[in-house]
């Protein structure tokens, strides 16, 4: 693991230096630690891996830092996890959040969870979508329901304990339809089956995606956001639609508890200054993520809520522990 | 011509030759040392290749998994512990070979077999990706139930003697499987509350245990430290063997391909596979699983010719056929590529790119194969008790990389002694792999398939792939019960008159 640290900050300091030569405005801000890890329970080129070292190219701009990203595998998040939430508060260590680390919290039993954590800030909101493949004979939400409601619906989620099996599962009970859910190994596993038909529809998120939109082999049926995407102005919310499910893919970091008031300030104001930065903003446009910055306390409710609401969605499909 | 003359200016005005190489070689040393993966050692070099240009960091990246994948074979053969889960199947023989002191010809045969598999790969990427991409998008959740299924078909003939301890060992494997998270509704199975365990006993966790570590305690029992210098020469195959090796080849190679397009395998079926079809067609059956050259030659084929075929869903659909196909993904998303449709059109150059550089890499293969090979055959002709004592610290070291977990450690120590006491009891290891690998894949597809028909069997009939994986996992079945009928009656006459 050491050699694997070693490489990583090699390739952090590399990246660094490349990005030191595009355009620096204000002074970056003092910080407290002059190196913060970023831990991420995900392999390098996974979901929260791309969106950490994504970040931290542009990071230094905002904060006198160097930036590391760690990836703790293993235990599903729960070594990830529980290194966060048993290391010092002092602004050094950070984890990056999705709902993912609620879901492993509420469904099995890891040493730490969630509670454990204080949620420092949230960055983004991730664009969940509706799909369908375009040569089928879906052309809208109606569509959809209608087949399920009529015989029987077949919906793809990416992974059991997952946003998108939520949504899915809330939108099932919204519209009162009779539709199986299933969930696959991976976003590429439900692709197949959405394009070869075995699905009437999937549910994931635009980065997944893109390779298939732009090619024109799948369509966008509605998006679970509370909003319509920048980028598909013409594909409606499920809410629009007439059912009230909204879901939010919240993306940000939590650290362990206690942090100084200063570090979260210096965070938020960070954040906020980094999703207008016109260089990160081109990256974070193509992925079609929905810049939504809340601060620590903002960020703490957004969490809270959705781990209360989650928890009682799972208690009545009998999944949490 | 034009094309041709590309990859030429390609090969000369970029560092695509370096690139290659250099990955090749990493690929191989992490292939080499267990518990190190094909994925894992692209993913060690992967944040290296962020500052690199696209098509240089994609050969770099496609190189690691080229190596990583014949990398496996060379402890497989030489210490008995499959470097990667896809060298599995080697081991039987490889190692076989090496203890009749043939581990030159076997290094040799696994070298010449794997630059064969990775051609032949090539030649499908290159040439036949369309055609092949609309093959992987046929199958289906119930598809994937009946090959798995179609692959437990063949334990009977992994048994070596006792179907009845072949079943055994293949259930008990498929019950170390389901522990961890439901791969369908989510919730922990079998954990015991244990956080180590969420995410299950890796497959490789149980082939180095049962293969290496069981060997290593049975070494300890044995007095004899006289090991027999071996000559430290690779031998390459002559006219008349690769003429013998066509047929195992050939059989691995099809079915390395078929499984690369498939998501979810990652070449330890295909090489199980092969080994298996190229011991029943073969004309001397009677040597598998005591140092046939086939049974060395068919699965490295297989899982040489997994590298190259999994990048056709990956570059097609951007859907990644293997772990390893899922980290080349990562690189192609961080340098901005998209794999899919267009990225022929948008990117040709780096397509063209990584088939030139994979192709570099391939015969580099040779070379580099050369050259190390004696190294580490002298390293394993080392007196027994040091070479002991290096397994284990290269074992021991390998599988902590995976999560960096102690428990991991003990895991694979009580396997070997399970492993120990299989041996001792005649209780087969390669349906127990076998079990661990395919147990997975039968239970989540035959989950989803009955989710999808609200749990009506007759979906699987609906699916043409899965009635033909169906039928002739039957066909497989009857044939060798008939044969362990026929031997156990052969048997019975012999002991008569006496």
């Known amino acids: 693991m050491g050699k694997l640290k070693a490489a990583m900050r090699l390739a952090v300091a590399a990246a660094a230096v490349a990005c030191g030569i595009g355009i620096a405005k204000a002074a970056p801000e003092a910080y407290p630690q002059k190196v913060v890890t970023l831990v991420t329970h995900s392999s390098p080129g996974g979901g929260s891996d791309v969106f950490l070292r994504e970040m931290i190219k542009y990071l230094n701009r905002y904060i006198d830092a160097t930036f590391v990203v760690e990836n703790v595998q293993g235990g599903s998040g729960a070594r990830a996890m529980s290194k966060v939430a048993t290391a010092k508060p002092d602004g050094a260590t950070f984890y990056a959040i999705t709902p993912t680390y609620v879901f492993t919290s509420l469904m099995s039993k890891v040493p730490s969870t969630y509670k454990d954590m204080q949620p420092v800030v949230t960055v983004f909101s991730d664009a969940e979508v509706l799909f369908t493949r375009t040569d089928g004979p879906f052309k809208s939400l109606k569509d959809v329901i209608a087949h399920a409601k009529e015989k029987r619906g077949r919906w793809g989620v990416a992974n059991p304990a997952s946003l998108e099996r939520q949504a899915a599962e809330r939108l099932k009970k919204a519209a009162g339809v009779n539709a199986a859910i299933v969930s696959h190994e991976g976003g590429g596993d439900m692709m197949i089956n959405v394009l070869n038909g075995t699905l009437d529809v999937g549910v994931g998120e635009i980065q997944e995606l893109r390779s298939q939109l732009e090619a024109g082999k799948v369509r966008l049926v509605a998006t679970f956001n509370s909003k319509r995407l920048d980028g598909y102005p013409n594909v409606p919310t499920v809410k629009e639609e007439g059912f009230d499910v909204v879901v939010q893919k919240f993306r940000g970091l939590a650290g362990p508890k206690g942090q100084p008031p200063e570090v979260l300030a210096i965070w938020e104001r960070a954040m906020r200054g980094l999703i207008a930065d016109p260089d990160y903003k081109k990256v974070y446009a193509a992925e079609s993520l929905v810049p939504e910055v809340q601060g620590s306390a903002g960020a703490t409710k957004l969490v809270d809520d959705f781990a209360a609401e989650s928890e009682a969605f799972l208690k009545e499909a009998g999944a949490a522990k | ?483 362990e009928w026929r031997d156990a009656v052969a048997r019975r006459t012999e002991v008569k008159p006496a």
């Open chain 2, 1 to 483: 011509m034009d094309t041709l003359l590309k990859c030429l200016t390609l090969l000369v005005a970029t560092p695509l030759v370096p690139a290659a190489i250099i990955g090749l070689v990493w690929g191989i040393i992490g292939g080499a040392l267990p518990g190190i993966s094909a994925s894992v050692t692209m993913s060690l070099v992967l944040p290296f290749t962020y500052a690199m240009d696209p098509m240089v960091a994609i050969v770099l990246l496609a190189s690691v998994y080229i190596g990583a994948e014949y990398g496996g074979s060379i402890p497989a053969i030489l210490i008995r512990t499959p470097g990667t889960n896809s060298a599995a199947a080697t081991v039987v023989d490889g190692y076989e070979m090496k203890r009749q002191g043939r581990a030159g010809e076997a290094l040799g045969i696994s070298l010449w077999s794997g630059v064969i598999g990775s051609l032949f790969g090539l030649v499908m990427l290159i040439g036949l990706t369309e055609p092949l991409s609309r093959i992987a998008l046929a199958f289906k959740p119930m598809s994937y139930c009946a090959l798995g299924l179609l692959g437990l078909s063949i334990i009977a003939s992994l048994s070596g003697g006792s179907l009845l301890k072949g079943l055994a060992a293949a259930l008990v494997g498929m019950m170390v499987s389901t522990i961890g998270i439901d791969p369908i509704s989510g919730v922990d199975r079998f954990t015991f509350g244990q956080p180590d365990l969420l995410n299950g006993v890796k497959p490789i966790m149980v082939m180095v245990s049962l293969f290496a570590v069981s060997e290593l305690l049975r070494q300890s029992g044995s007095k004899s430290v006289a090991l027999g210098q071996q000559s430290v020469r690779i031998t390459l195959p002559n006219l008349a063997m690769m003429r013998r090796l066509i047929k195992p080849q050939f059989i691995g190679c099809i079915t390395g391909t078929v499984e690369g397009l498939m998501p979810g395998g990652g070449g330890s079926i295909a090489a199980f596979f092969s080994y298996n079809e190229a011991k029943r067609w073969s004309k001397h059956p009677e040597e598998f699983g005591k140092g046939s050259v086939e049974g060395v030659a068919a699965p490295e084929a297989a899982n040489n010719t997994v590298a190259s075929a999994s990048l056709i869903p990956l570059l097609s659909f951007g859907i990644p056929g293997s772990n390893s196909a899922a980290v080349l993904l990562g690189g192609l998303l961080i340098h901005g590529l998209l794999p899919g449709p267009r990225l022929f059109e948008q990117n040709a150059d780096v397509v063209l790119g990584l088939y030139t550089g994979s192709l570099v890499a391939t015969i580099a293969q040779i070379a580099v194969g050369i050259v190390i090979m004696p190294v580490c055959m002298w390293l394993v002709n080392r007196p027994r008790p040091y070479l002991a004592a290096f397994i284990y610290l290269l074992v021991l070291s390998g599988i902590y990389t995976i999560n960096g977990s102690l428990f991991d450690l003990g895991i694979v120590l009580f396997g070997g002694l399970v492993g120990f006491l299989m041996k001792a009891f005649g209780y087969p290891f390669l349906p127990a792999v076998l079990g661990v690998v395919l147990g997975p894949i039968v239970e989540s597809n035959y989950r989803r398939s009955m989710l999808l028909s609200g749990g009506d069997l007759s979906i699987f009939l609906d699916d043409p792939i899965a009635v033909g994986f169906l039928i002739t996992a039957v066909l497989f079945l009857s044939w060798s019960l008939w044969r």
